[in-house]
């Protein structure tokens, strides 16, 4: 079992609106860097299309709707999905209030086979670049070192508001009403 | 040359993106037994676009070319190297050999080659580059501005964008976005017809009509108080008065150019234009290429008096082989008889070739590249190319060896090419007024040239349909609605040719034009290049289409 958190983590990616050039940068890093399971979609809102994000909610749906207990919290506050644990239900997806954990991400499928071919399918979730991050506190997530535009930010609310960027949309903090347990 | 050796921190040696003047590092990773992916700066503020993200996976593709074939009743059938090349010195005895080169190679590859031609009394050398941007680059060329570094950009107080440049190199548009955050009545001046993702972040829009980017340029360049012998006359001068104003009392202007294809017959006066506006304005000029060594390779041609690619196609005497690029595609041709191609993964060209070879990627090949702002970088290979897989200089090497030429040795240490400076200003011909729908053809981020590579990529190919943008107003007077399929078929002498496309509303774009992605081959086959080899020309321009359900 691993160690679980109920901290959520501190530091997530954040965009600037007004940098953001819609070049989908952040969406190919992903894509190419986890065995083609995206987990980076676009939005269109009149003009502008933005890359959504996993939000990393401090109340975090996804995490509480799972039944298989594959979606968990893990030791540095990241919400993250654990491989072997995944039955491949959707609950998660269908949980998500921000639409980033999705059969379908920025066009392509985020819904793959499981490696051991017995437990399904999986959906493709954030986890920050844990392969990264975990061990080099200085590293970013591979779609904010792809971002071409500096767009992209990891960083905490604090440290964005010093940058001058105001930020807008927070992470569901309440009970979510998938909440099972 | 000046060549230095870029390496990492650690023993590893970074390589660089070639995909565009940016010059983004890559770190290439094992993904798999023979896959690969790029791997990103741990760094924030790295960058790295789609198309370079998709090298990696592309160095191990499984449609890769790794041997020569024949085609044989339609059928390609393998051979060996020495039958292949064989084929072609036989098949050119007597009337000589054409060699179209990729102009997205390492200096040293065009001067190895363009050395061992000008040994080869039989064979002629053409560097294939695109032709608006050849023009364009020919036109800054003899303005005499100063090209820009990305840190030089940032130093600008105003900015002029011809053509969607954020698209051809997104990274340039974090110095752009870098100064509006300081100052943010920073003038940022965007001439795009097809209302790119540079237009998105414009203080001074000015959407010419499709084909009069050089009227609108004119325009803004009078309104700016500087003296200009082109004509602005099919122009709304208002709208660019608010723009000239804005940008007359800058110190220091940055003037980024990306030549599209089929937007305009006038690149090289757009050229010459927008670099004698940044010399005006104390500032320079960044263009924004295909590649990041089209300038060198516009040097290398003008260096080596290599025949333009309009007499290379026109000529159908000799037997034409193409080495890393894709002709046909990029040129929206069907059919022009090649004997040969060589190219990583299959394109048109190597599709309607009787032989096909297969070539290292460029970024396979080690060697020097021109980045942004004219700085010269020995750049390491990404890998090596599979083995036995040479390098255009190598096959070439190898068909003038058969062909019973000399193969001259290349001297390492080239001098520094000069720019060019007696480009011949050809005078564009005046574009009839377009009247219905205009097709335009947009830039992509995620596709270099026409897709010939980046199409490979899995990321790429999952994409949908090509997107159709139109303005809400014509989507309505058509009667189709966003996301709808729908059909787009040329309305001219191209009758017959279509495409289906999915529709995207695009409510900066203005009605009468619609916009499919330049780097699809199919897209740029709907408006084929017009080739003039008396004249020397290979122009495309807006052309009529229609759009139905």
Not at chain 1, 98 to 123: C, E, M, N
Not at chain 2, 95 to 105: D, Q, S, V, W, Y
Not at chain 2, 392 to 403: I, N
Request: charged share 20%; glycine share 8%; hydrophobic share 40%.
């Amino acid at each position: 079992m691993p160690t679980t958190s109920t901290q959520p983590v501190v530091k997530r990616v954040l965009i600037d609106m007004d940098r953001c050039i819609e070049c989908r940068s952040c969406a190919a890093a992903c894509y190419y860097s986890h065995a083609d399971m995206p987990a980076v979609d676009f939005a269109r809102s009149g003009v502008a299309m933005l890359p959504v994000i996993c939000r990393q909610c401090k109340s975090a749906p996804c995490v509480d709707a799972c039944p298989a207990e594959a979606m968990v919290r893990d030791e540095s506050g990241v919400a993250r999905r654990l491989l072997f644990r995944c039955i491949g239900c959707g609950s998660c997806a269908r949980a998500c209030p921000f639409g980033v954990i999705s059969t379908k991400l920025s066009g392509v499928s985020a819904w793959v086979k499981s490696p051991d071919r017995i437990s399904g399918h999986q959906v493709a979730k954030c986890d920050l670049c844990a392969d990264r991050t975990e061990t080099d506190s200085e590293a970013v997530p591979r779609c904010v070192a792809a971002c071409p535009s500096g767009a992209l930010m990891f960083a905490d609310e604090h440290e964005a508001e010093k940058l001058g960027v105001e930020v807008y949309g927070g992470r569901t903090s309440g009970q979510h009403p998938y909440k099972r347990r | 040359m000046a060549a230095t050796v870029e390496t990492t921190a650690s023993t590893k040696t970074a390589s660089r993106c070639t995909l565009c003047p940016a010059g983004c590092q890559l770190q290439p990773t094992a993904a798999g037994p023979d896959a690969w992916r790029v791997e990103y700066p741990a760094a924030e503020s790295a960058g790295l676009c789609p198309r370079g993200s998709t090298l990696g996976e592309l160095l191990g593709h499984r449609r890769r070319i790794l041997l020569p074939g024949q085609r044989v009743g339609g059928q390609l059938r393998q051979v060996g190297q020495a039958a292949a090349v064989k084929e072609i010195v036989n098949a050119a005895a007597g009337k000589g050999l054409t060699i179209l080169l990729a102009g997205n190679l390492p200096s040293e590859q065009i001067a190895a080659v363009a050395e061992t031609c000008r040994a080869w009394p039989e064979a002629n050398l053409s560097i294939v580059i695109e032709p608006a941007e050849q023009q364009m680059l020919l036109g800054l060329e003899a303005s005499g501005a100063k090209y820009l570094t990305d840190a030089e950009l940032a130093q600008c107080d105003g900015f002029v964008i011809i053509g969607d440049a954020f698209a051809a190199n997104p990274r340039c548009s974090r110095a752009i976005l870098d100064c509006r955050k300081t100052n943010p009545r920073t003038p940022i001046v965007v001439i795009d017809s097809a209302s790119g993702l540079a237009s998105k972040f414009a203080t001074h829009r000015l959407s010419p009509p499709a084909g009069m980017e050089l009227q609108a340029l004119a325009a803004l360049v009078s309104a700016a108080g500087i003296e200009t012998d082109e004509s602005s006359d099919r122009f709304d001068r208002a709208s660019a008065a608010s723009a000239g104003a804005a940008i007359a009392g800058c110190k220091r202007l940055g003037v980024l150019l990306a030549a599209q294809y089929g937007r305009s017959n006038a690149w090289q006066s757009i050229g010459r234009l927008a670099g004698r506006l940044a010399n005006a304005r104390p500032g320079g000029v960044a263009p924004q290429t295909d590649s990041a060594n089209t300038l060198v390779a516009v040097r290398l041609a003008a260096k080596y008096q290599t025949i333009p690619l309009a007499k290379a196609l026109a000529d159908t005497s000799t037997v034409r082989i193409a080495l890393g690029c894709d002709v046909l595609g990029m040129l929206g041709l069907d059919d022009n008889d090649f004997f040969a191609a060589a190219a990583p993964l299959p394109n048109r060209t190597t599709d309607a070739a009787r032989v096909v070879l297969p070539m290292a990627m460029a970024c396979e090949l080690g060697g020097t590249h021109m980045f942004a702002g004219e700085q010269a970088c020995c750049v390491a290979p990404l890998l090596p190319g599979p083995l036995g897989v040479l390098s255009p200089a190598e096959l070439v090497g190898e068909l003038a060896k058969a062909a019973g030429a000399a193969v001259p040795a290349v001297p390492a240490g080239d001098s520094p090419l000069k720019r060019v400076d007696s480009a011949d200003l050809k005078a564009a011909a005046p574009l009839a007024e377009a009247s219905g729908l205009t097709l335009l053809l947009g830039r992509q981020t995620w596709h270099a040239g026409c897709g010939e590579l980046t199409a490979w990529g899995s990321w790429q190919a999952a994409q949908e349909l090509p997107e159709l943008r139109l303005s809400p107003a014509e989507a309505q007077k058509i009667g189709v609605e966003n996301l709808a399929t729908v059909t787009v078929e040329v309305s001219s002498s191209q009758a017959g040719r279509s495409l289906q496309a999915r529709v995207r509303l695009d409510p900066t774009l203005s009605p009468g034009i619609a916009v499919l992605p330049e780097a699809c081959a199919a897209a740029r086959a709907l408006n084929p290049s017009e080739i003039n080899g008396q004249a020397g020309t290979v122009t495309a321009v807006p052309v009529g289409v229609s759009v139905s359900h």
